[in-house]
């Protein structure tokens, strides 16, 4: 499993504080109004509105908000608005570092994420800089370990999954991007407790950082979601067990 997966997890097992919840709740809103706008209101019909609002509703998103996401973006409103743009950079040690953002504003989002890199000893590349180390894929990742994990593995694989790695009782299932959703419905149905799904770019290879150079690129990576406008970060990092303990802690 890449070390930018378990530090994923291990912010979701942290949970997230009362003061950002409502910073996430207007990104995901964000994502489901954009992907309304372009695929239609109707979730049975639109895989990517369907990822959305199960992404809201895993980080326990209230569906009045769900609604009035989807409402806005199927009625043509603020979502015509927003721009899709991937922004690529470099943080310490030379890791590679993707970020998709949704805006309004791209010479505000620009601004921002330059500044936010400079301070941190990286800096924000031109387009294809980096994008070539990352692949297209879809990852989910299940809390499991011991023989449930064994059962979790058998049943992604038999469910069409390309790969699955198991670590520290959590298993990270990787699939072709459209395969997402029918990996996820089958292993809902078999009562696996997913506890995420999403589209995501995914290192081909990754790059071990020294301590020191992990947190640097840890507290890159938690400043750039911080913004307003960015909706995921990728990176190559790989960081070791005892920075990821400190970040537990």
């Known amino acids: 499993m890449s070390g930018h997966s378990k530090w994923s997890q291990i912010k979701r097992q942290k949970g ?12 995901l809103g964000r994502e489901i109004t954009v992907a309304a706008k372009q ?20 980080s326990n998103m209230p569906s009045e908000v769900i609604d009035r996401a989807v409402k806005r973006g199927a009625g043509d409103s ?18 590679a570092i993707l970020v998709d953002v949704l805006t309004d504003n791209r010479n ?4 921002e994420l330059r500044a936010t890199f400079t301070r941190a000893g990286g800096n924000l590349g031109e387009p294809g ?9 879809g990852v989910i990742t299940v809390n499991a370990g011991g023989a449930e994990a064994e059962k979790v593995e058998l ?55 020294g301590d020191r150079e992990a947190e640097q690129v840890l507290r890159l990576l938690d400043r750039l979601e911080e913004l307003d406008d960015v909706q995921r970060v990728h990176s190559n990092a790989e960081f ?8 537990q802690g």
């Open 240 to 247: 070791s067990d005892a920075v990821l303990a400190g970040l």
């Open 129 to 137: 800089s980096v994008a070539w180390q990352f692949e297209n894929h």
């Open 155 to 209: 049943a992604a694989i038999d469910a069409g999954a390309e790969d699955v790695k198991s670590e520290d009782g959590v298993v990270e299932i990787i699939t072709a991007p459209a395969d997402l959703e029918t990996v996820r419905r089958v292993l809902v149905e078999t009562k696996v407790p997913i506890a995420s799904a999403e589209p995501s770019m995914v290192a081909k290879t990754t790059i071990d950082l």
């Open 78 to 95: 603020d979502a015509a608005e927003l721009q899709e743009i991937t922004y690529e950079g470099y943080g310490p040690g030379g890791t």
């Open 108 to 111: 505000r989002t620009a601004a």
């Open 16 to 27: 997230v504080a009362d003061s950002r919840r409502g910073a996430v709740f207007t990104k």
């Open 39 to 58: 695929g239609g209101g109707d979730p049975d019909a639109n895989f990517r509105l369907r990822l959305a609002i199960q992404r809201g509703r895993d």
